[in-house]
Protein backbone atom coordinates (compact mmCIF):
# COMPACT_ATOMS: atom_id res chain seq x y z
CA UNK A 1 0.00 0.00 0.00
CA UNK A 2 1.18 3.10 -0.64
CA UNK A 3 2.41 5.50 2.07
CA UNK A 4 -0.21 8.88 2.54
CA UNK A 5 1.59 11.96 1.84
CA UNK A 6 0.71 13.86 4.56
CA UNK A 7 2.50 11.40 6.93
CA UNK A 8 5.87 12.49 5.19
CA UNK A 9 5.47 15.64 7.27
CA UNK A 10 6.63 13.64 9.89
CA UNK A 11 9.56 14.16 12.73
CA UNK A 12 12.14 13.46 11.06
CA UNK A 13 11.39 15.93 8.26
CA UNK A 14 11.56 18.45 10.40
CA UNK A 15 14.66 17.85 12.11
CA UNK A 16 16.44 17.28 8.55
CA UNK A 17 14.51 21.29 8.15
CA UNK A 18 15.52 22.61 11.91
CA UNK A 19 18.93 21.49 11.13
CA UNK A 20 19.54 23.64 7.78
CA UNK A 21 17.47 26.60 9.07
CA UNK A 22 19.77 26.40 11.77
CA UNK A 23 22.76 26.25 9.72
CA UNK A 24 22.01 29.77 8.38
CA UNK A 25 19.92 31.26 10.63
CA UNK A 26 21.60 30.84 14.02
CA UNK A 27 18.70 32.73 16.15
CA UNK A 28 16.07 29.62 14.85
CA UNK A 29 14.54 28.71 18.30
CA UNK A 30 14.30 24.75 16.84
CA UNK A 31 12.40 23.84 20.42
CA UNK A 32 9.46 26.68 20.06
CA UNK A 33 9.33 26.09 16.11
CA UNK A 34 8.71 22.04 16.84
CA UNK A 35 5.90 22.63 19.25
CA UNK A 36 4.12 24.81 17.09
CA UNK A 37 4.46 22.39 14.35
CA UNK A 38 3.01 19.52 16.17
CA UNK A 39 0.47 21.41 18.06
CA UNK A 40 -2.41 19.79 19.49
CA UNK A 41 -4.31 19.90 15.97
CA UNK A 42 -1.32 18.68 14.08
CA UNK A 43 -2.75 14.79 13.64
CA UNK A 44 -6.55 16.51 12.23
CA UNK A 45 -4.35 17.88 9.92
CA UNK A 46 -5.07 17.03 6.08
CA UNK A 47 -1.98 17.45 3.27
CA UNK A 48 -2.58 20.82 2.63
CA UNK A 49 -3.41 21.48 6.04
CA UNK A 50 0.00 20.50 7.27
CA UNK A 51 1.91 21.73 4.46
CA UNK A 52 0.17 25.50 5.45
CA UNK A 53 1.01 24.99 8.89
CA UNK A 54 4.44 24.35 8.75
CA UNK A 55 4.84 27.69 6.23
CA UNK A 56 2.71 29.48 8.42
CA UNK A 57 5.21 28.55 11.32
CA UNK A 58 8.77 29.13 9.22
CA UNK A 59 7.15 33.00 9.44
CA UNK A 60 6.64 33.10 12.97
CA UNK A 61 10.24 31.50 13.75
CA UNK A 62 12.11 33.62 10.86
CA UNK A 63 13.04 37.27 10.50
CA UNK A 64 9.77 38.98 9.87
CA UNK A 65 11.46 40.58 6.55
CA UNK A 66 9.87 39.21 3.88
CA UNK A 67 13.37 38.99 1.77
CA UNK A 68 15.17 37.97 4.71
CA UNK A 69 13.48 34.81 5.48
CA UNK A 70 13.75 33.74 1.55
CA UNK A 71 17.73 33.92 1.85
CA UNK A 72 17.41 31.41 4.36
CA UNK A 73 14.67 29.55 2.95
CA UNK A 74 16.40 29.67 -0.65
CA UNK A 75 19.60 27.71 0.42
CA UNK A 76 18.11 25.37 3.01
CA UNK A 77 15.50 24.23 0.38
CA UNK A 78 18.44 22.63 -1.99
CA UNK A 79 18.63 20.38 0.62
CA UNK A 80 15.33 18.79 0.03
CA UNK A 81 13.31 17.31 -2.62
CA UNK A 82 10.03 15.64 -3.98
CA UNK A 83 7.17 16.90 -2.48
CA UNK A 84 7.87 17.73 1.02
CA UNK A 85 9.41 21.11 0.28
CA UNK A 86 6.56 22.08 -1.51
CA UNK A 87 6.12 23.86 1.53
CA UNK A 88 8.71 26.68 0.37
CA UNK A 89 6.66 27.31 -2.36
CA UNK A 90 3.51 27.64 0.05
CA UNK A 91 5.59 29.86 2.48
CA UNK A 92 5.87 32.20 -0.70
CA UNK A 93 2.11 31.55 -1.82
CA UNK A 94 1.16 32.93 2.05
CA UNK A 95 3.25 35.93 2.45
CA UNK A 96 4.87 36.91 -0.62
CA UNK A 97 1.67 37.75 -3.13
CA UNK A 98 2.69 41.41 -2.33
CA UNK A 99 6.19 41.06 -3.26
CA UNK A 100 6.06 40.30 -6.60
CA UNK A 101 9.64 40.12 -7.73
CA UNK A 102 11.19 38.64 -4.77
CA UNK A 103 8.35 36.38 -4.80
CA UNK A 104 8.38 34.83 -8.71
CA UNK A 105 12.27 34.81 -8.27
CA UNK A 106 11.66 32.38 -5.03
CA UNK A 107 9.26 30.25 -7.19
CA UNK A 108 11.44 29.34 -9.78
CA UNK A 109 14.28 29.07 -7.42
CA UNK A 110 11.72 26.58 -5.43
CA UNK A 111 10.23 24.46 -8.03
CA UNK A 112 13.93 23.51 -9.30
CA UNK A 113 13.58 20.99 -6.33
CA UNK A 114 9.63 20.35 -5.64
CA UNK A 115 7.05 22.29 -7.66
CA UNK A 116 5.69 26.08 -7.41
CA UNK A 117 2.37 24.39 -9.49
CA UNK A 118 0.27 25.59 -6.41
CA UNK A 119 1.79 28.56 -5.41
CA UNK A 120 2.36 30.61 -8.77
CA UNK A 121 -1.46 30.46 -9.46
CA UNK A 122 -2.45 33.36 -6.52
CA UNK A 123 0.14 35.15 -9.00
CA UNK A 124 -1.58 34.07 -11.87
CA UNK A 125 -5.04 35.29 -10.36
CA UNK A 126 -3.87 38.71 -9.32
CA UNK A 127 -1.29 39.96 -11.88
CA UNK A 128 -2.39 38.21 -15.11
CA UNK A 129 -0.98 39.55 -18.06
CA UNK A 130 2.53 39.92 -16.41
CA UNK A 131 2.41 36.54 -15.08
CA UNK A 132 1.12 35.03 -18.34
CA UNK A 133 4.60 36.64 -19.89
CA UNK A 134 6.41 35.05 -17.18
CA UNK A 135 4.74 31.97 -17.83
CA UNK A 136 6.05 32.04 -21.44
CA UNK A 137 9.58 33.11 -20.44
CA UNK A 138 9.70 30.28 -18.18
CA UNK A 139 8.86 27.88 -21.09
CA UNK A 140 12.13 28.63 -22.18
CA UNK A 141 14.32 28.23 -19.15
CA UNK A 142 17.11 25.56 -19.30
CA UNK A 143 15.44 23.85 -16.37
CA UNK A 144 12.99 21.10 -17.04
CA UNK A 145 10.80 21.53 -13.74
CA UNK A 146 10.70 25.55 -14.68
CA UNK A 147 9.52 24.24 -17.97
CA UNK A 148 6.71 22.18 -16.34
CA UNK A 149 5.85 24.74 -14.09
CA UNK A 150 4.88 27.02 -17.21
CA UNK A 151 2.50 24.42 -18.42
CA UNK A 152 1.46 22.99 -15.34
CA UNK A 153 1.12 26.23 -13.34
CA UNK A 154 -1.91 27.70 -15.48
CA UNK A 155 -3.88 24.64 -15.99
CA UNK A 156 -7.70 25.63 -15.16
CA UNK A 157 -7.84 22.92 -13.28
CA UNK A 158 -5.67 21.48 -10.55
CA UNK A 159 -6.11 18.75 -8.37
CA UNK A 160 -6.15 20.16 -4.45
CA UNK A 161 -5.02 23.70 -6.21
CA UNK A 162 -7.06 26.86 -6.78
CA UNK A 163 -9.01 27.03 -10.19
CA UNK A 164 -7.99 29.50 -12.60
CA UNK A 165 -12.10 30.02 -13.54
CA UNK A 166 -10.40 33.38 -16.33
CA UNK A 167 -8.68 30.27 -18.49
CA UNK A 168 -11.58 28.02 -18.02
CA UNK A 169 -13.80 30.47 -20.14
CA UNK A 170 -11.02 31.66 -22.33
CA UNK A 171 -7.70 29.41 -22.24
CA UNK A 172 -6.19 31.26 -25.18
CA UNK A 173 -3.12 33.01 -23.17
CA UNK A 174 -2.18 29.30 -22.13
CA UNK A 175 -1.84 28.09 -25.48
CA UNK A 176 1.15 29.83 -26.92
CA UNK A 177 2.66 28.19 -23.75
CA UNK A 178 1.56 24.81 -24.91
CA UNK A 179 2.79 24.79 -28.28
CA UNK A 180 5.91 25.62 -27.13
CA UNK A 181 6.49 22.48 -24.85
CA UNK A 182 4.67 20.38 -26.87
CA UNK A 183 7.67 18.53 -28.24
CA UNK A 184 10.19 19.51 -24.87
CA UNK A 185 13.05 16.97 -25.07
CA UNK A 186 11.84 16.09 -21.31
CA UNK A 187 9.00 13.49 -21.22
CA UNK A 188 8.37 15.21 -17.86
CA UNK A 189 7.50 18.11 -19.24
CA UNK A 190 5.49 16.57 -22.44
CA UNK A 191 3.31 14.72 -20.03
CA UNK A 192 2.51 18.27 -18.44
CA UNK A 193 1.31 19.28 -21.94
CA UNK A 194 -1.20 16.56 -22.76
Request: aromatic letters at 12%; one cysteine or more.
Amino acid sequence: MAEILKYRYNANFINSLCDKIQERHADFNRAAFTSAVFDESWEQKELKERMGHIATCLQEFLPQEYDDALKILKPVSEHFTGFEPMIFPDFVERFGVDHYELSINALEYFTRYSSSEFAVRPFIVKHPEKMMQQMLAWADSDNHHVRRLASEGCRPRLPWAMALPDFKNNPSPILPILEKLKNDESEYVRRSVE
